[in-house]
């Protein structure tokens, strides 16, 4: 079979390129490894930690928040296998969404292993031992990331594990060390912190989310304190070592004294390693970089002309909404449009509780780049709406230039910021000042209104309920 394209890995920025593409008017091919579409976000990933974080969240609120709405419930218990099993209803339904996308745009799906004869064949090794090869005008590459580790750390999937387990666990862990502080692992804490267990955050970096904007990650800090979260920065883990139905990690703080931490499980939350194993680049002349993403243009086309790449395998932030816009942008530049994607204006998010979203820079970011900028900053604590929620922690810091007011970089803490996040978004997208977020009229009481505060007090430091 010949196809204008083929996608290889059937994440979200695979399956959308492959839908894109479709929709114009090439004939497309993608091939996924395993049984379900949808890749590691779907499957292992974003849907799966979104539906147990839900689920945890609602337990929570009734052991911790409903008596003061006026509601009481006698003792609340959880069925953990049944959480499992609402997870699985959802990863089902979601993948099955993405398999009903395929047949609605006519894609043939592979189900297989593919890696290169060459720069236009393709072998799909399917698990029955059989192959077949395919071939391709243009080849777009999007198979993802795997769980990074360290090398000293034997990964057993059993007490020590990655996220794709601690997603299907059979118990609830009495205590979870969790070895890095970014966001996997705080949500995947937070779960298991929500349940009943007891969470231990082992972070080599100063602060947790180290990336992100040093208020956010002193504000999450301290409500997850709050909530009984155990952190331990500037910790570096020199050994993890399973005992029986314990682990023992030790590690050395910032005194340079060693401690350690026993616990019956580990959670190595380290990052992400792009995953290119089998692909066989190497056939089609494809280089990657020294850590080993597959190095791309600003179209995201390889070194071989007619191969493209996107998502966790290439540079930048390793976010499915990223892997889709960059899977947009190859299939219409394939088509001849002119598409773009402005890689400041990807948002990031925490789906803790509360939340953490930002887009554009960071204030430390700023500074580096010696840019003359102020700072807004309005507390959650002063939102009517906050107050009747309940969701009182948190706020929104607006970053706009000192001299044309353009909104830089927004940082927020709170109820739905996930949500929040995008009305900066748009509005940075369209070069908006400060001064225009806060002359627009926002809906009383929301959350929404603490952006609009936010901007006043970036623009002329006067908001209006502070």
């Not at 959880?78 to 209803?89: G, H, L, T, V």
């Not at 996308?101 to 799906?109: C, E, F, G, H, W």
């Not at 009517?384 to 001299?403: C, E, P, Q, W």
Request: net charge negative; charged share 25%.
């Amino acid at each position: 079979m010949k196809y204008d394209i083929i996608v290889i890995g059937s994440g979200p920025g695979g399956y959308i390129a492959a839908v894109r593409a479709s929709q114009l008017g090439k004939k497309v091919a993608i091939i996924e490894k395993y049984s379900t579409l949808g890749g590691t976000c779907l499957n292992v990933g974003c849907i799966p930690s979104k539906a147990l974080l839900d689920s945890s969240h609602h337990f929570y609120d009734a052991v911790h928040h409903f008596e003061e709405h006026g509601i009481s419930v006698e003792n609340p218990k959880f069925d953990f296998s049944k959480m499992i099993e609402r997870k699985a209803k959802v990863v089902e339904q979601t993948t099955g969404g993405v398999k009903y996308l395929m047949d609605k745009n006519n894609i043939d799906v592979y189900e297989g292993l593919g890696s290169f004869e060459d720069a236009t064949h393709v072998k799909v090794s399917k698990n029955d031992g059989s192959s077949e090869v395919i071939e391709g005008t243009n080849i777009i590459i999007a198979t993802g990331s795997k769980p990074s580790t360290l090398p000293f750390i034997s990964i057993d999937k059993e007490r020590i594990i990655t996220s794709t387990e601690a997603l299907k666990l059979k118990e609830v862990p009495k205590h979870l060390i969790v070895i890095g502080g970014g966001v996997i692992g705080l949500e995947l804490g937070s779960v298991y912190k929500r349940l009943g267990a007891d969470v231990s955050v082992v972070e080599y970096a100063p602060t947790i989310t180290p990336t992100m904007d040093k208020d956010v990650s002193k504000e999450l800090t301290k409500v997850l304190k709050k909530q009984g979260v155990k952190f331990n920065v500037s910790h570096g883990v020199t050994a993890v070592e399973r005992k029986g139905d314990e682990v023992v990690v030790t590690a050395t703080n910032k005194k340079g004294e060693e401690v350690t931490f026993t616990g019956d499980y580990c959670l190595v939350a380290v990052g992400r390693r792009p995953y290119t194993d089998g692909l066989g680049l190497e056939n089609a002349g494809v280089k990657v970089t020294e850590r080993g993403q597959i190095d791309v243009n600003d179209h995201l086309q390889t070194n071989v002309s007619n191969i493209y790449a996107i998502g966790d395998v290439v540079r930048g932030a390793m976010l499915a909404h990223k892997a889709e816009e960059e899977g947009v942008v190859v299939a219409e530049y394939l088509a001849g449009e002119k598409p773009h994607i402005d890689y400041n204006l990807i948002p990031g998010i925490i789906y803790t509780w509360p939340e953490v979203a930002a887009v554009g820079k960071t204030e430390q970011e700023l500074k580096d780049a010696n840019v003359d900028y102020k700072a807004g900053k309005f507390s959650m604590r002063a939102l009517g709406r906050s107050r009747a929620s309940g969701d009182i922690d948190g706020f929104v810091k607006v970053l706009a230039d000192k001299n044309t007011d353009e909104v830089l970089g927004v940082h927020m803490v709170g109820a739905r910021v996930a949500d929040l996040i995008m009305e900066m978004a748009v509005a940075m997208e369209f070069r908006a000042s400060a001064e225009d977020i806060a002359r627009i009229c926002h809906g009383h009481p929301t959350y929404s209104e603490a952006v609009k505060e936010a901007a006043k007090a970036a623009w002329d430091g006067k908001p209006l309920n502070a």
